[in-house]
């Protein structure tokens, strides 16, 4: 039986009922594009509003998460996913949870007690320790060793900067054939969390402020892919029973095997299956350049540029792909088999559409990127490529570091944003400022690299210059020249710097210059090059001067707790932080 019915019965036979998958596009919510995660669509329950079906819920949610398009390609990321859910409003807390989730895991799923183990809220801040959690895990036989205590970063659940929230507990799964050692090592990544039990006590509102919720809830989240790789005994997703059929499918479509090209195979599995949810979803998004619609632009686009990578020329491909998977999961989401129509229409309208320029495109990027002076590509450029040839500008970056060559994206994404606003303006005959909330947090971390910058020249080397960077909404990601993965000590060390900065509430003020004089001056720049004649020079306090287009917040202390969230090599000499502000 599968899966997603053995958690949903489980569940029905505790009391819940079980409540349909809300639409990948949040109802009432234009803080995100997209449903990230099974609670999202239940938060104003979460937060006290009665539920029509009553205090204890079940689910299996359309989940959609694009922040992180780099990482598919790999064995376990996906932009599509399936989370399994169940919630107590009120109603059960900590014992009932964890017991239920402790019977599923071992009577429904036959696993071991002796291959699982868990993480539990140490206590931080105003917040004590979850000593209840650790009890209740202790009394269903779960030995001390194997119970680990983390603090905020790992065992506390937010879904974004505010909302409900609480300490959780995360339940591992010993995914090896190696002898299982006695102690739980959180870090050990033979250790794959399966599930995450939320509990909800607080609410975290805009200013930080942490309240008690009128009523405290259960929300605990599975995801489904990789439970069931875990389960099947698999360590990449892509060879489970969710994608193996598709995965042989496309194979047999190309001239290559998944051992030849497992990255493009995965992306066109994962994109096509990602666009054939939106375009199934009630909320009728097509492809467009705006909002879901450029997402969903974007994931087709890349999908056929990965196809005609893999020699696919077969000219029905996405339908012969869609089709396997919209029969797949019809069970589960009847929404697509009465969309199927406009689902297979628009694919293949959308793959027309890019067939016909993507070649000339193709071109076109050759003859550019064979006449660059310094190996960048510059705003006008990675424009011309979007506006003329359809080429969503992650593509062109895709294609660019493919020939070791960086894309001004801050450049491009300005462009893109007025030309945007343009085009909707004259759409709609005023103007809309529909991005405003992403592109504030953007400006945020913008100023956020140049903090960084400037702290890894004081902490690490003086010789320290940046390499590129790339923003979003949700991170910044800062690469530059540095021998040596950078210690503990150092990453602390930077981080503590940046917040002393921030903290200290620094002036970002804004100059022009001739370029000369700015060089003069002793303004940080990544490519002189790159910029014209007079340039606009951003300081922030007397700590960092840099040539720089902006824009910028006015001061730091605006930009709220800086985190370095991962550190890793980019390329030979060249080291990458990820971070984000909390
Ligand atoms: N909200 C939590 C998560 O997404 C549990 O459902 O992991």
Redesign the pocket.
């Known amino acids: 039986m599968n899966l997603k019915d053995l958690y949903i019965d489980f569940f029905i036979s505790k009391g819940h009922k079980q409540i349909p998958s809300a639409p990948v596009v949040p109802e009432n919510d234009p803080s995100v594009l997209f449903n990230t995660?099974?609670?999202q669509p239940l938060i104003p329950y979460l937060m006290g509003q009665p539920h029509p079906y009553g205090t204890r819920l079940v689910d299996y949610q359309k989940c959609i998460r694009t922040n992180d398009l780099d990482s598919i390609g790999d064995k376990t990321h996906h932009t599509f996913f399936e989370?399994l859910?169940n919630w107590s409003l009120g109603d059960y807390f900590k014992e009932e949870s964890i017991n239920y989730s402790f019977e599923f895991l071992t009577k429904v799923l036959n696993i071991p007690i002796n291959k699982l183990a868990v993480t539990v809220f140490k206590g931080e801040g105003n917040i004590p320790r979850d000593d209840v959690s650790a009890k209740v895990w202790k009394s269903l036989g779960i030995k001390e060793d194997r119970i680990a205590y983390l603090g905020k970063e790992d065992n506390f659940?937010i879904?974004g900067d505010s909302g409900p929230c609480g300490p959780?507990t995360e339940i591992f799964y010993f995914r090896s054939d190696d002898e299982i050692p006695q102690k739980f090592d959180p870090k050990d990544d033979r250790w794959v969390e399966i599930w995450?039990?939320?509990f909800m006590e607080f609410y975290k509102d805009n200013n930080g402020k942490i309240t008690e919720l009128p009523k405290k809830n259960v929300?605990?989240?599975?995801g489904y892919e990789r439970v069931v790789a875990v389960l099947e005994g698999v360590t990449d997703n892509y060879l489970s029973s969710v994608w193996i059929d598709i995965v042989r499918k496309i194979e047999e479509l190309s001239n290559y095997s998944y051992e030849e090209n497992p990255a493009s195979i995965r992306i066109i599995a994962d994109h096509i299956r990602t666009a054939i949810f939106i375009l199934g979803d009630e909320a009728g998004i097509k492809p467009s350049n705006t909002d879901q619609g450029y997402i969903l632009r974007r994931l087709i686009r890349r999908a056929i540029r990965h196809a005609k990578k893999l020699e696919i020329t077969d000219n029905n491909w996405e339908v012969i792909i869609a089709n396997m998977i919209i029969e797949k999961y019809q069970k589960y989401y009847p929404e697509l088999v009465k969309n199927k129509n406009v689902i297979l229409d628009e694919l293949t309208k959308e793959k027309n559409k890019f067939d016909k320029t993507l070649a000339k495109g193709l071109k076109e990027f050759e003859k550019i990127t064979n006449h660059l002076d310094d190996n960048v590509l510059n705003k006008d450029l990675a424009f011309k490529l979007y506006d003329t040839y359809g080429f969503p500008i992650e593509l062109t970056v895709e294609l660019a570091k493919e020939k070791g060559i960086e894309v001004d994206q801050l450049g491009f994404k300005e462009k893109f944003k007025a030309h945007q606003e343009l085009s909707r303006t004259a759409s709609s005959g005023k103007f809309k400022g529909g991005l405003a909330g992403d592109s504030e947090k953007e400006i945020k971390y913008h100023t956020a690299t140049h903090l960084l910058n400037a702290a890894l020249k004081v902490v690490v080397n003086k010789n320290i210059h940046q390499k590129g960077s790339n923003i979003t909404s949700e991170r910044m990601r800062f690469d530059f020249s540095c021998d040596h993965k950078l210690t503990d000590e150092e990453k602390q060390k930077t981080e503590q710097l940046v917040n002393k900065w921030i903290s200290e509430g620094l002036n970002v003020t804004v100059m022009e210059m001739s370029k000369e004089q700015a060089l003069k001056s002793g303004a940080e720049c990544m490519f002189i090059e790159k910029y014209p004649d007079i340039v606009t020079v951003y300081s922030i306090g007397d700590i960092s001067k840099e040539l720089c287009g902006g824009p910028h917040v006015k001061n730091t202390k605006e930009l709220g707790n800086f985190k370095i969230i991962k550190e890793e090599a980019s390329s030979a000499g060249v080291r990458r932080i990820k971070a984000i502000l909390e």
């Open positions: 995660a099974g609670m989370m859910g659940w879904a959780d995450n039990n939320v929300d605990t989240g599975m």
